[in-house]
């Protein structure tokens, strides 16, 4: 919400018109403070300092923050209000407006596409449904994150990651992890769990152990693409947690991830799954030279799909990184497009992927945990960081309560017919809800 306020002069202040934004913090360039009793008083006080540009009033404690610049950076921020006293901030170009939205350069400001808000198009902006009215909750069961594909017949149908056995995520999402097939009538669900895509199988196999992080996509013959991560490792079984059995992860199973692809003319299947994977590591030395995972696509009508995925070094395993690689069909095999990984910070993983045709740019959602970043591309290559993290733990329902999770990770989603993207996947740890196990989230663009 952008504010014009008249400030009339007292106690030394002179007058003064302020451009001013709810929930922004500006960072840095700090010139002075001061105790003050409004943002009004925060601004006529820049307004009577020469080199005050930029100026963060923090609500709680009527503490001014007077800068010379705007250009330390900005983030959302409830407790504080940000603005300047010399001319209000309007876009130029469709950047301006973080590629999420439209800039009438005339008049300056934003039309921001479904999903987004704010005064730069900067904030999703998203509605989500409990496990009561929506979402995918199995009862008794761990899911973490899914995606959604539209089946000929009309319904939704999610390929959700299960823990199973009655296991929990965190400690056994290495061993028990499996792909479940459920299906809706509704984008938001709820959605009922049908069958088991994706299973163990022999361990000797690639993927003999675990199938975890599933993306759906449907090439241009109408086939089935189930993209997912698979590992497997000798003398290790799934779990049976029932019984209380809650060990830890084994670190080679973990370097062992690798990306995978089964197809089929049916989301009921049955899949058919590569004896191999379909993206290994990358060479010694390479930023993903220790495991691949998370894998992200976009089919493109000629058959070529475009692969975002997640690696780790060897180098430095606890550094997060996004890359590309691309196959010509899904018959092909793929090639290691990125030298070097996305402009991302370190911590943000687990790619969700889609094409905007109406802004004619690829977006990328990455998680930092209860954070998310934001990245976008002309052309799914070179890729464009503009926006700071920011929160997405505080929810708000569908029946207008708010909700605060411990995690919100593995962002997708849900495209309509015309290709729009007009719903949010992601997977919860939750405090209260779902007896606090994990649960996959579907939440509605706005």
Partial sequence: VVCVCVVLGGDGLVDAQCYMTEGLRVDGNDVGNFTFNSQQEC?????????????????????????????????????????????????TNNEDCSMNGICNATT??????????????????????????????????????????????????????????????????????????????????????????????????????????????????????????????????????????????????????????????????????????????GPSGAWDDAFVTNPAPYVFQNGTILLVYKGRSLEDESAMNEGVAIASSYNSSFVRHSKTPFPAATNCEDAGLYYDREMSVFRVFLHCNCNYQELWSPDGINWNNHTPQRDWCNVTMSDGSSRIFKQRQRPKFILNEEGQATHLITSIEPTKMHNGRTFTLVSELT
């Avoid at 400001?109 to 987004?116: A, D, E, H, N």
Wanted: hydrophobic share 30%.
């Fill in 43 to 91: 601004c006529a006080a820049c307004n009577s300092l020469r080199e005050c540009e930029f100026f963060t009033f923090v609500k709680s404690k009527n503490l001014c923050w007077l800068k010379s610049s705007g250009d330390g950076g900005h983030h959302h921020d409830p407790d504080c209000i940000s603005g300047s006293s010399s001319t209000p901030w309007g876009c």
């Fill in 108 to 281: 300056g400001q934003c039309s921001c596409r479904l999903g987004f808000k704010g005064d730069q198009c900067e904030y999703l902006s998203d509605i989500s449904f409990g496990c009561e009215v929506g979402s995918s909750c199995i009862a008794n069961v761990s899911t973490w994150g899914g995606a959604v594909v539209i089946g000929d017949d009309g319904k939704y149908h999610m390929f959700v990651n299960i823990i199973s056995n009655g296991c929990h995520l965190w400690a056994d999402w290495t061993t028990n992890s499996i792909i479940g097939h459920s299906v809706s009538d509704k984008p938001q669900g709820p959605y009922v769990l049908s069958d088991i895509a994706l299973g163990p199988r022999d361990v000797s196999y690639w993927d003999g152990l675990t199938q975890t992080n599933p993306d759906i996509k449907r090439a241009s013959d109408g086939t089935y693409l189930l993209f997912y991560t698979g590992m497997s490792v000798a003398n290790e079984t799934h779990k049976n947690c029932t019984r209380g059995s809650q060990d830890g992860s084994l670190p080679q199973l973990v370097l062992n991830q690798r990306i995978g692809l089964a197809t089929a003319k049916s989301p009921y299947g049955p899949w058919t799954r590569s004896d191999t994977p379909v993206l290994d590591v």
